[in-house]
Each structure stands twice: as structure tokens, then as C-alpha cells.
């Protein structure tokens, strides 16, 4: 049989951008449709944007620091609508990049949304039908709000890059990644924080002594973090003065339209479980993600969605219909830009270039963007102790830089060590830049490096991370 096209790729963020391209460089005829903006979560909504304010809202420290340290520097103001429209600007010159990138490696472009007719079939908005000898999915995933009457006029992380003005105060619930991010941004920014999370302790799954040295630390910034709290009713606060008690569905509307327009955030009365009744400018919904696979039209060719919505592939990113592939985290399996690529990558290798490549889902690096960021690869120290006997090495300090100007912030450096192949099976590192740190370490983890690999390194000195090579005694054996 003929068809239109080798590949269709539904979905044009990082992990579907990479995959048309390479296809596309084998010689195969690619189509690609995106119904949003090219770049996908990472560069317009996530990482990239998320980045940049992580950068802006660093700088509030720096004339107190730079004083400490002889320079004549006043405190300034944020202006957040100049560092937005810039946002702006950069969010719409990658966007150029995505696409050039594309029609550069002769990637057709549809600016569609995309279902599957069949197996081998990809039906357009624009009415168009396009036959694909094989079929990617790679329509990443949302926000999800908790299933709460009137959280709709809370904001999800998407929002918060569109916003005209920074709101005075902001309520935000949840204790992962997004959540934690978002709290020290903000409260960089200078908006009033408060967090509540449902669990004993923030960024669940994560070293516990990393998480409880970044919980004090984010609370040693201002932000007025809840644990074991969540929210049991919120109400537009205008409604609440009115006597409504709760948003009719004609004012639950308007606010949805609100949010199509930009203009965001009205003040939100909440209530939660430790008792706490309060008004927020507004309130931000960090409660997790869902895999993008609804509408696409799977279950009427054979494609059966997971429990949590995600289309379900096996080592080589193939669904249970053979011409059809998922990569990113559309799949759910690790929801990180880098590995959506390496999906991507293994997907092209296996079907356009003949050699079967599974993914290496082993030993993925990552960062939380918190001030000071977490990085970490490899098990925790309650999950390795649970795998066999470990050492742990682990040291906290006040670092050169911060101490000299009199700043209280520890860091972390801890490595997690088999005592019986003396590997290295963990590496936690709470501190400034730990996200450049964990990337280099994470090479030497992944090759499988000993603790004697590490102490016969010579330490860069005077760093922070040398104490990863000079951590000579246990901290504690389990
Ligand atoms: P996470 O899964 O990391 O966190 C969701 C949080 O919301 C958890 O604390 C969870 O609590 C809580 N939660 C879930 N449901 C409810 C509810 N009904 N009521 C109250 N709290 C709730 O999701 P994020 O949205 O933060 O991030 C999504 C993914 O995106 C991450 O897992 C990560 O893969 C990726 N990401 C990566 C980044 C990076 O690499 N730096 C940055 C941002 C995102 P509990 O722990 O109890 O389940």
C-alpha cells in the first residue's frame, strides 16, 4: 500500500520536533501537526519560560550580597511587565527557530489539530486526510486542577507567564516540582507566598534530607510553607462578600473567559484543613499533570488508555497498534523534556534506521529550579536502603560565597554508596547551580563510578561540589 507520507507526527514539542527531524534526515517524508504554538510545554509554557524566571527573580539577593561585599548598590524594583513583553519576545523568536528548524530538514507543517482515522490514517481540522505508513504521538500533557467546586478560578502554571501584573499575594497548593518552583519565583518577585501540601514533606520521592533542607530554606525566604495541609472550599472572594457563598455557573464562565483573554486572577477565598480562612489575590493549582491522549481518537482503532490517562508503549515507545508509536509524556513514563527527546530518538533509530533501540530509562538526572535548586541522580538513601546495605556521605555547610556576607543558606553534598559493589547508586546536591553540578556527576554515576573512583579525583578547589571527592568517613552505614 501507498502512503502519503513514512511519518505523521501528531504533536510538535521537543519530543516530536526531534523525532520528524531525524526521520526526516533518513530520507523519509515527514508530516508533522501542532494545533498550538511549535516548541510545545517546554519552550512556550514550561522549562524554558519557567527558566527565565527563575533568572529574574535571582537577582532581589544579589544588592544585599554585593553590598556585604564592598559594592554601593540600592535595592530596586522588579518591573514584571518589561521582563514579560521580553519573555514574550523570546518565547516567539524560538518558536521562529522551531519552525525553520522543521521546514529546514523538508518536514511538512500542518497548524492543525490531528485525530487518527485508522491505523494508518491522520484526520486534520483543516479537513484534510493524510495516510502515514506510521504514526507518533507525541501530544505531551496539562495542568490538572484537584476535583474542587469553583477551582477553575484558580490559575495552573500555563497561567502564570500570561499574567498583566503580578498579583500581591498568591495561595499555592501542592508540593512537586511546579509548586516549589513557582514559590520561590514568586517569592523572589516579591509576592506574598503561601504553600500548603497535603504530605508531611514538600517534593515527595526525593531524598528526604534534600527535601527538608529545601523546605527550610524556602521558608527562610518568606514563603509561609503548610504541610499536611490542603484546601477544602474556595470561592471568588467577591462572591463571598455578595452572600453567594459559592460562583454561580454564569460568573464560573466569565471567569473562564478570562482566562482566554489573559486578564487573570481574581481574589480567591479559601479555606483549608489546618483551620486557615483567608483572601488571596490568587490562587495557583500545582497539583500534577495528564497525559494530552483524549480526542485523538485511539479507542476506536484499539489503543486502550492507561489508568492515568496515558497511552501505554512498550520498551521501543510501540502502542498495541503497530504502526502507531507515543512518546513524551504522553506515555507518563518520566515527564522531563530531555527524555521525551530520547524517546524521540530511539523511536527513529528503531523504525527509520533499522537498529532496535529501547530507551534507556536508567539513572535520569534531574533538577528542581528552587533557590537553592535541588539536582539528583540515581536512589535515594530510603530507597537504596531498602535495596541492599549502603554508606551514606553526606555534608552540609555554609558555602564560601553566601557566608561572607552573612547569609544563613546551607548546602548539600551527599553520596549514597553500595557497600558491597561500592558503586555509587546516589547523588544529592542541594546548593546554587546544583542543576549544572548534578549534570557532570551524573556521567560519572551513570558509568558506573565507585566511591574510590570519586576519592581518587582531585578536588577543584575552592568550590562547593569538591566535597563530593573529600568526603572521606561515613556519615552513617544502614
Ligand atoms: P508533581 O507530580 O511533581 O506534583 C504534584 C503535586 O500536587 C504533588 O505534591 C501532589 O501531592 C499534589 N497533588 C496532586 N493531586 C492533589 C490534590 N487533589 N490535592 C492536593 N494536592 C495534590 O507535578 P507537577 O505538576 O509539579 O509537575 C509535573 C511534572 O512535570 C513533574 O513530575 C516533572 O516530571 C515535570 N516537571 C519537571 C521540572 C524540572 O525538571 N525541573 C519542572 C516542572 C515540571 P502528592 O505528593 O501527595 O501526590
Same mark, same amino acid.
Given at each position: ?39 510545545? $510545554? ?22 544585599? @550580597? ?33 519552525? !525553520? ?21 491522520? +484526520?486534520?481540522?483543516?479537513?484534510? $486526510? ?10 505531551? =500533557? ?7 467546586? %469553583?477551582? /477553575? ?24 516540582? #511546579? ?14 507566598? $503561601? +504553600?500548603?501540601?497535603?504530605?508531611? +514533606? #514538600? ?18 525566604? =518568606? ?68 497525559? %494530552? ?7 476506536? #482503532? ?25 512518546? =513524551?509524556?504522553?506515555? /507518563? !513514563?518520566? /515527564? ?6 530520547? @524517546? ?5 533509530? $528503531?523504525?527509520? &534506521? ?24 540515581g536512589?535515594?538513601? &530510603? ?6 546495605p549502603i554508606e551514606v556521605y553526606?555534608?552540609?555547610? !555554609? ?8 547569609? &544563613? ?6 553520596l549514597i554508596v553500595s557497600q558491597t559493589s561500592r558503586r555509587v547508586l546516589g547523588c544529592?546536591?542541594?546548593?546554587? @547551580? ?7 556527576a551524573?556521567i560519572a554515576v551513570?558509568m558506573g563510578a565507585t566511591k574510590e573512583d570519586f576519592d581518587r579525583t582531585v578536588a ?6 569538591e566535597e563530593l571527592v573529600t568526603m572521606r568517613t561515613p556519615?552513617?552505614k544502614?
Amino acid at each position: 500500500m501507498r502512503f502519503d507520507v513514512d511519518l505523521f507526527v501528531i504533536g510538535g514539542g521537543s519530543g516530536g520536533v526531534r523525532a520528524a527531524r531525524m526521520a526526516a534526515a533518513t530520507g523519509a517524508k515527514v508530516a508533522l501537526a501542532e494545533d498550538s504554538r511549535l516548541g510545545g $510545554t517546554c519552550v512556550i509554557r514550561g522549562c524554558v519560560p519557567k527558566k527565565l524566571m527563575v533568572f529574574a527573580s535571582s537577582f532581589r539577593e544579589m544588592p544585599a @550580597e554585593a553590598r556585604a561585599y564592598g559594592w554601593d548598590i540600592p535595592d530596586g524594583a522588579f518591573d514584571w511587565s518589561q521582563f514579560r513583553s521580553k519573555l514574550h519576545a523570546e518565547l516567539d523568536r524560538l518558536e521562529g527557530v522551531y519552525r !525553520r528548524l522543521l521546514e529546514g530538514s523538508g518536514v511538512q507543517i500542518h497548524d492543525a489539530r490531528a485525530r487518527l482515522a485508522d491505523a494508518h490514517s491522520v +484526520q486534520l481540522s483543516t479537513g484534510q $486526510t493524510v495516510t502515514a505508513k506510521h504514526i507518533l504521538i507525541a501530544t505531551g =500533557g496539562r495542568p490538572e486542577r484537584p476535583d474542587l467546586p %469553583n477551582s /477553575n478560578i484558580g490559575l495552573v502554571s500555563d497561567d502564570i507567564f500570561l499574567l498583566d501584573s503580578l498579583p500581591k499575594s498568591i495561595l499555592i497548593v501542592g508540593g512537586g516540582f #511546579i509548586a516549589c518552583e513557582m514559590a520561590c519565583i514568586l517569592a523572589g518577585l516579591g509576592v506574598k507566598v $503561601t +504553600q500548603v501540601y497535603r504530605g508531611a +514533606q #514538600i517534593l515527595r520521592g526525593f531524598d528526604d534530607e534534600a527535601r527538608g533542607l529545601i523546605a527550610e530554606a524556602m521558608k527562610a525566604q =518568606g514563603i509561609d510553607l503548610h504541610l499536611g495541609t490542603n484546601i477544602v472550599e474556595m470561592a471568588e472572594a467577591a462572591a463571598i462578600r455578595r452572600g453567594e457563598g459559592t460562583m454561580g455557573a454564569s460568573a464560573s464562565a466569565a471567569v473562564d473567559l478570562l482566562r482566554q483573554s489573559g486578564a487573570l486572577g481574581c481574589p480567591v477565598w479559601v479555606k483549608a484543613t489546618n483551620g486557615l480562612e483567608q483572601t488571596f489575590d490568587t490562587v495557583l493549582f500545582a497539583t500534577g499533570r495528564k497525559p %494530552n491522549a483524549d480526542g485523538l481518537g485511539l479507542e476506536d #482503532i484499539g489503543i486502550t488508555l492507561g489508568r492515568r490517562g496515558e497511552i501505554p508503549v512498550d520498551d521501543y515507545s510501540q502502542t498495541a497498534v503497530p504502526s502507531v508509536y507515543a512518546i =513524551g509524556d504522553v506515555t /507518563n !513514563r518520566w /515527564n522531563l523534556t530531555p527524555v521525551a527527546i530520547r @524517546e524521540g530518538m530511539a523511536f527513529v533509530r $528503531t523504525v527509520f &534506521e533499522g537498529v532496535p533501540t529501547p530507551v534507556d530509562h536508567e539513572l535520569i538526572p534531574s533538577a528542581v529550579f528552587t533557590q537553592p535548586e535541588l539536582g539528583t541522580v540515581g536512589l535515594t538513601e &530510603e530507597a537504596a536502603r531498602a535495596q541492599e546495605p549502603i554508606e551514606v556521605y553526606c555534608t552540609s555547610f !555554609r558555602p564560601m560565597r553566601g557566608a561572607f556576607a552573612g547569609n &544563613e543558606a546551607r548546602v548539600l553534598m551527599k553520596l549514597i554508596v553500595s557497600q558491597t559493589s561500592r558503586r555509587v547508586l546516589g547523588c544529592h546536591i542541594v546548593a546554587p @547551580e546544583a542543576g549544572e553540578m548534578i549534570q557532570l556527576a551524573a556521567i560519572a554515576v551513570k558509568m558506573g563510578a565507585t566511591k574510590e573512583d570519586f576519592d581518587r579525583t582531585v578536588a577543584v578547589h575552592p568550590t562547593m561540589a569538591e566535597e563530593l571527592v573529600t568526603m572521606r568517613t561515613p556519615t552513617r552505614k544502614a
